[in-house]
C-alpha cells in the first residue's frame, strides 16, 4: 500500500491503481498517470543534480499547464519548496519575490501571450543569489536548459532511491500574498496541511477519479496550487489546463471536455454569461458548480441554479484563504439562495471556528474570524514577527475578517478588518498601489478606496494631490502603475484633486473620500 501522506505520494498512488488513465491536459498535450509519475520522477532527479535539496525553494514563472504540476510534485519530491510567480507581474514585482525567496531554480515560460519572456527573466534572474540555473518552458537561451532537456538528463531516476527520507512537517509550497503594509508575504505551507486540507475538499466537491476539472487561474494562486493543482493528483481526477481566463474559450472547454467540476470566482462567471457562447454551452457533464473570493449576486446563484435543476449538478461556495491553504467552510448539497448569497457555510468537521467579539458592546454578535486545525500554515517566510501577530500559542489563526455564526452554524462575512478589498477575487492593499502612485514626481501623496463593481464586486479608484504647482494627468498615472502592478491592482478611475480630506491626526480621511467615490458613482448611474 502505497502511504499518501507527502504531496507527491499520490502521483505514484494513482500512477500504480490506473497508469494509463488521463491526468493532465493542456490542448494537444496529454499526460497518463503513468507519464506523469515518469515526468515527475525525471524532474527531480534533474533537480537533485543541480544540487536543490530539502528545504530549497525552486521558483516556477508560467501559466497553468502540466509542467505546473509536474513540477510542484518534483520539487516536493526531494522535499523541496516550490512557488508560483505569475508572468503578468512586473519585473520589479518578480524580482521582489525571487529576492524574498532566493530559489535555487527558476522554471519560466518561454513565452506567454503572445510574448517572448526572453527580456523579463534575464531582467530578473540577478534578484536572486542562489540562483544557480533557469529551465525554459520553450527554446531556451543563454545558459538556461529546455525543460526538455532537464527531462532527458534526469532520465536515470535510481539516484532518487537515496533522497534522504523526510516527514509531512516539512515544507511544501510558499505562496505570496500582500499583507497589511503592502508588502507580499511568503505563507509556507507543509505536507502535513496541504495533505489535511485537500483531503477534505475532494469529499465536498467532490474530486475523484472520474472528475475533470477546469483551472485557468494564476499559479501563484491558492486556488490553482491546492484546490485545483494538488486536489486533482490527490482525488485522481484529471486536470485540464488553459493558459489563462477568457469567458468564451473556458465555455468551449467545459463542453469539449467534459468538465465535471467549474470552480470560479464569481467575476468569472458573470463575465461567462454576457457571451452568446453562454446559452449554446452544454454543461450536462458539470457536477459542480463552485465559486469563491467574494460573494456572490444573486443573479449568478439563479442563472447557475437553473442550470443545476435540469443536469442535477450542484452548487457550492465557501470560504478560505492563502494562510488556510484554501476552503475551510462549506455550503451543503441543496443549500438554497439564500445560504449560497448570504453565507460562506459551515466549517469543515474536525476544524475549529470561533469569532472573537469586540470587548465592550454585549449586544454585538460580530467579530473577528479565527479558525484553527491541520490545514493551516506554518509561518510567514522570513517574518516572524508577522507570523506571531496572527498566530497565537494555541493554534488559532487571526484572519482579520468580520462576521457571525447563525443559529444553524452558518457563517457570515460582514468586512474585513484591514482596508484590503477584493477585487475578481483577487486581495488588494490600497497602500501597494499608493506607493506606485506616489512614484511620480508631481504627486504628493494618493489615497485609494474601493468601490462597486457589478462584475468584479469591487474595483480601486485612485485619488490623488499634486504637489503645489505640479500638475500630472490619469493617463501619466495608469501607465505608471501599469508598469509596476498587474493588471488587477490598476485603480480604475484617477481623480486629481488640490487638497485631500485630513483627519486631526494628520492621516487621509478614507471615509470621507470613499463617501464622496459612491456619491460620484452614484451620478454616473443617474
Not at 508588502?183 to 477534505?200: D, Q
Not at 467574494?294 to 484563504?321: E, F, H, W
Not at 503645489?468 to 478611475?493: F, I, M, Q, S
Request: hydrophobic share 45%; net charge negative.
Amino acid at each position: 500500500m502505497i502511504e499518501r501522506g507527502l504531496t507527491w505520494q499520490s502521483v505514484e498512488y494513482w500512477a500504480a491503481r490506473k497508469p494509463e488513465a488521463e491526468a493532465l491536459v493542456a490542448g494537444a498535450v496529454r499526460y497518463s498517470w503513468a507519464q506523469t509519475k515518469q515526468a515527475v520522477d525525471r524532474l527531480a532527479t534533474y533537480l537533485a543534480g543541480q544540487g536543490v535539496s530539502k528545504g530549497d525553494r525552486v521558483a516556477m514563472m508560467a501559466p497553468a499547464c502540466p509542467e505546473f504540476v509536474i513540477s510542484l510534485m518534483a520539487v516536493n519530491r526531494i522535499g523541496a519548496i516550490w512557488m508560483g510567480i505569475n508572468p503578468k507581474m512586473t519585473v520589479s514585482e518578480i524580482r521582489y519575490l525571487l529576492s524574498e525567496s532566493t530559489p535555487k531554480v527558476l522554471i519560466a515560460a518561454r513565452m506567454f501571450g503572445g510574448e517572448d519572456m526572453r527580456d523579463k527573466i534575464a531582467a530578473s534572474l540577478d534578484a536572486s543569489p542562489a540562483l544557480q540555473n533557469v529551465v525554459t518552458l520553450g527554446e531556451a537561451f543563454g545558459s538556461a536548459v529546455s525543460f526538455d532537456a532537464a527531462m532527458d538528463a534526469g532520465a536515470d531516476t535510481s539516484v532518487l532511491q537515496s533522497i534522504p527520507a523526510f516527514d509531512d512537517d516539512t515544507d511544501a509550497i510558499i505562496l505570496f500574498t500582500s499583507g497589511s503594509t503592502g508588502k507580499p508575504k511568503g505563507v509556507v505551507h507543509t505536507h502535513r496541511s496541504l495533505v489535511a486540507n485537500v483531503r477534505v475538499e475532494c469529499e465536498k466537491f467532490p474530486v475523484d477519479e472520474s472528475s475533470r476539472l477546469l483551472l485557468h487561474f494564476p499559479i501563484n494562486h491558492v486556488a490553482a496550487v491546492v484546490e485545483f493543482g494538488f486536489a486533482s493528483v490527490y482525488g485522481g481526477a484529471c486536470l485540464v489546463c488553459m493558459d489563462g481566463f477568457d469567458p468564451v474559450a473556458s465555455l468551449q472547454m467545459v463542453e469539449r471536455e467534459k468538465i465535471t467540476l467549474l470552480g470560479q470566482i464569481p467575476a468569472m462567471f458573470l463575465l461567462q454569461f454576457r457571451t452568446d457562447q453562454f446559452a449554446k454551452t452544454d454543461f450536462s457533464s458539470v457536477r459542480s458548480f463552485i465559486w469563491a473570493g467574494s460573494p456572490a449576486p444573486r443573479l449568478m446563484v439563479d442563472v447557475l441554479g437553473a442550470i443545476a435543476q435540469k443536469t442535477g449538478a450542484q452548487l457550492i461556495t465557501g470560504y478560505g484563504s492563502t494562510e488556510t491553504c484554501g476552503f475551510v467552510t462549506y455550503t451543503a448539497v441543496g443549500d438554497g439562495p439564500d445560504r449560497l448569497t448570504r453565507t460562506a457555510g459551515a466549517m469543515a468537521g474536525g476544524w475549529d471556528l470561533r469569532i472573537d467579539l469586540p470587548k465592550g458592546d454585549a449586544d454585538t454578535k460580530i467579530g473577528e474570524i479565527l479558525v484553527r486545525g491541520d490545514f493551516l500554515f506554518d509561518r510567514y517566510w522570513n517574518n516572524d514577527a508577522a507570523t506571531r501577530a496572527v498566530l497565537s500559542e494555541d493554534g488559532w489563526y487571526h484572519t482579520a475578517d468580520t462576521g457571525f455564526v447563525d443559529d444553524d452554524g452558518y457563517l457570515h462575512i460582514t468586512g474585513r478588518q484591514s482596508e484590503m478589498y477584493k477585487s475578481g477575487g483577487e486581495n488588494i492593499f490600497p497602500r501597494e498601489v499608493e506607493e506606485v502612485v506616489e512614484r511620480h514626481d508631481s504627486v504628493l501623496m494618493a489615497a485609494v478606496v474601493p468601490v462597486p463593481d457589478p462584475v468584479f464586486q469591487e474595483v480601486g479608484w485612485a485619488y490623488v494631490m499634486p504637489k503645489p504647482g505640479h500638475e500630472v494627468t490619469p493617463d501619466a498615472l495608469k501607465a505608471l502603475c501599469a508598469e509596476h502592478l498587474v493588471n488587477y491592482k490598476l485603480p480604475k478611475r484617477f481623480v486629481i484633486q488640490s487638497a485631500l480630506p485630513m483627519l486631526p491626526n494628520g492621516k487621509i480621511d478614507k471615509q470621507s473620500i470613499r463617501a464622496n467615490a459612491l456619491k460620484a458613482l452614484q451620478s454616473d448611474h443617474d
